[in-house]
Each structure stands twice: as structure tokens, then as C-alpha cells.
């Protein structure tokens, strides 16, 4: 069974309070005349259900089009945060012994408000911890990837994103985990092959066995 854990791109969705807004139009119409549908989108690159390359934060980094696709592909798992936890910590991490080369997604009280289109952009979602980041890191993790907009706190710094990006670790953001159980699961997140972007809205599917 394959669950897609995007986010669909529309127009004035959600979006980061300093990236541009999402725009949707219809630059023909069949039913005005025209011989078809075509439409236009405007959007940042860290739109909705993303992936951050290194470029992100680390100028000599690489862009999403150089992402090693056997890191996009693969076995993943999925833990959850209870409603209680406010950031992903090491402390929170340190029961699940967490393995070299994994990709690990992180199900939160986030998915609520990705689930219901929230347009309302909140800052108190929960974020991967800097403590976190280096001990994931540490850990050889391949993939990390959360359900909301950024896998760091707002206006906190950047240290979380250099961490793992400097680091090599792949970073998804965006997702909607709402619907999915914690567990172990197939993988296949896929971005816009953008030359040399520093990120590109992706399609996110999980396959569950």
C-alpha cells in the first residue's frame, strides 16, 4: 500500500512568513476557446513538501539535482512525538537506537494543522533541536525529515540546518504524517531536478508492507 505524504501546491496555501506566496493561474482555458488547459505557478523552492539541499546553508554545498537518489529512495521510519513534546531533543531521541545510514521521519502535532490546510502560518511547531541535529549526525543518519515547514525552530538561529546540511544529511520538510503510523516503511521522495537550486518542492511517498 503506497501513502502519499504531500502537500498539495494551490494557491495562498501555506508558506514560509519571508519566502513569496504560491500563485495557481490559468494562462488558457478550453473553455474560453483556447485548444488547452495551461496554467502557471509562482512559488519559492521550499514550497509545501520540500527537500533542502546543501546549497541551502552551505554556500559551496551542492544543489538538489546532485542528491544521491539511493538516499531518496529506500527504507525509512517513522516516530512519533506525543502532543507534549514541544522540540525533538537528543534526550527524546536517545530511546530508539538509532542506526548508521538511516532515514528517519518524525510525526509530530504538526501533521494536524498540514492536514487541515492550515494557512495560518504557526511558530510554536516542533522542530528538530540542535542538540539533535549533531547527535543524529554523530549517528550517520542518511535522511531526516519533519511535518511542518522547517526542520528548525522559528527565528532561533540556523544551527540545526547547517548541522545536517553541512553534514550531507538529506532534509524534507512539508510533510503530512497525519494519516501514518509510526513504523517502518519504503521511502521514495523525489524533487524537481532544479540545476544548482538550493531546494525544490517534492513528491513524498511512503509504502507500507
Not at 502519499?4 to 494557491?11: P, Y
Not at 528517519?104 to 510554536?124: A, E, G, V, Y
Not at 516542533?126 to 547527535?135: E, I, L, M, Q, R
Not at 554523530?138 to 538561529?157: P, R, T
Request: aromatic letters at 8%; one cysteine or more; proline letters at 3%.
Amino acid at each position: 500500500m503506497f501513502i502519499d505524504v504531500s502537500m498539495d501546491i494551490e494557491g495562498g496555501m501555506l508558506h514560509w512568513p519571508t519566502d513569496p506566496g504560491v500563485t495557481v493561474k490559468h494562462f488558457s482555458n478550453i473553455k474560453n476557446g483556447d485548444s488547452a488547459n495551461n496554467s502557471e505557478i509562482t512559488c519559492g523552492t521550499h514550497t509545501g513538501t520540500h527537500i533542502d539541499a546543501p546549497h541551502h546553508f552551505v554556500e559551496s554545498g551542492i544543489g538538489i539535482d546532485k542528491l544521491n537518489i539511493n538516499v531518496l529512495i529506500g527504507r525509512c521510519r517513522v516516530i512519533e512525538a506525543g502532543d507534549s513534546v514541544k522540540v525533538i531533543s537528543k534526550e527524546f531521541l536517545l530511546p530508539y537506537d538509532i542506526k548508521a545510514g538511516e532515514r528517519l521521519l518524525f510525526k509530530t502535532k504538526n501533521s494536524s494543522w498540514i492536514s487541515n490546510k492550515d494557512k495560518n502560518f504557526h511558530q510554536d511547531y516542533v522542530y528538530v533541536g540542535a542538540d539533535a541535529a549533531s547527535y543524529l549526525v554523530d549517528n550517520d543518519i542518511a535522511l531526516v525529515g519533519v511535518d511542518y515547514l522547517s526542520v528548525e525552530g522559528y527565528h532561533i538561529g540556523h544551527d540545526t540546518h547547517k548541522t545536517l546540511l553541512g553534514a550531507g544529511v538529506v532534509v524534507i520538510e512539508g510533510l503530512n504524517l497525519f494519516n501514518v503510523k509510526p513504523g517502518e516503511y519504503g521511502l521514495i521522495a523525489l524533487p524537481i531536478k532544479i540545476k544548482n537550486s538550493d531546494g525544490a518542492p517534492s513528491r513524498v511517498i511512503l509504502e507500507k508492507s
